[in-house]
């Protein structure tokens, strides 16, 4: 069965760089998460999408952006980054708003030096 | 707001032994609970869930958990663990009605011994 595909995989940046986070949702999947788990931490959650629109918001900070497109992909944007940034980002898809269980993409590691 | 309490920061048990892994959760309503499975540096394997029901789950890889609404508690179970069931075992709360996010405990690493 199709899962949830986050790309890249692994990801190296130097502090004040840009970076972009991509994540392919579930076919038929129309909601999508961004969680960032830190070393050692559990994953917290950024930032979610429903149908192209802003469902949710956490602690993601000002310098984080995302967006859902009409295809159902998600990215997410990081700027100026800090080498705080440095975690485990995961995208989840669930297929629909009432459901509650969320399917997880294998993470994109970035690296911030 | 919804919360999770794993109490327990490493857990060692020994191969073929038993595990309970704790989960107290803090929600107005019943929640969706999860038991998600995190091996290192890779992702999240969800294990079992409840939304309703019968309250004894059953999960992948013989794992198994218990909804008890007066404890406010959602504790994981297997009988008899494996050297491969060493890993980090998150527990995760989403409110019942419409939109959820997931809210997750600090996590459990569990070691095993031989």
């Known amino acids: 069965a199709a899962g949830v595909i986050q790309s890249p995989r692994h990801l190296i940046k130097e502090k004040r760089e840009t970076a972009t986070l991509k994540c392919y949702p579930i076919?038929?999947?129309?909601?999508v998460y961004w969680y960032q788990q830190g070393p050692g931490q559990d994953p917290q959650f950024l930032i979610s999408?429903?149908?192209?629109?802003?469902?949710d918001k956490g602690s993601i900070p000002d310098r984080f952006s995302a967006q859902q497109f009409s295809d159902y992909h998600s990215e997410l944007n990081m700027s100026s980054l800090e080498l705080g940034d440095s975690a485990l980002y995961f995208c989840?898809?669930?297929?629909?708003?009432?459901?509650?269980?969320?399917?997880f993409g294998e993470g994109s590691r970035l690296t911030v030096l | 707001a919804q919360s999770v309490t794993q109490p327990d920061i490493h857990i060692t048990v020994s191969e073929g032994a038993s595990l309970e892994l704790r989960c107290n959760y803090s929600?107005?309503?019943?929640?969706?609970l999860f038991w998600y499975v995190q091996s290192p540096g890779q992702g999240l394997q969800l294990l079992l869930k409840?939304?309703?029901?019968?309250?004894l789950v059953q999960g992948i890889k013989g794992f198994e958990a218990e909804f008890k609404r007066s404890q406010s508690s959602f504790n994981l179970r297997k009988p008899s663990v494996h050297w491969s069931d060493a890993a980090e075992y998150f527990c995760?709360?989403?409110?019942?009605?419409?939109?959820?996010?997931?809210?997750f405990g600090k996590g459990t690493m569990l070691l095993v011994s031989p």
């Open positions: 995760a709360v989403g409110m019942n009605s419409g939109y959820s996010t997931l809210t």
């Open positions: 076919p038929r999947h129309d909601t």
């Open positions: 999408f429903y149908e192209k629109m802003q469902s």
């Open positions: 989840a898809s669930s297929p629909q708003r009432s459901t509650g269980e969320l399917f």
């Open positions: 409840y939304f309703s029901g019968d309250t």
């Open positions: 929600y107005g309503a019943t929640p969706y």
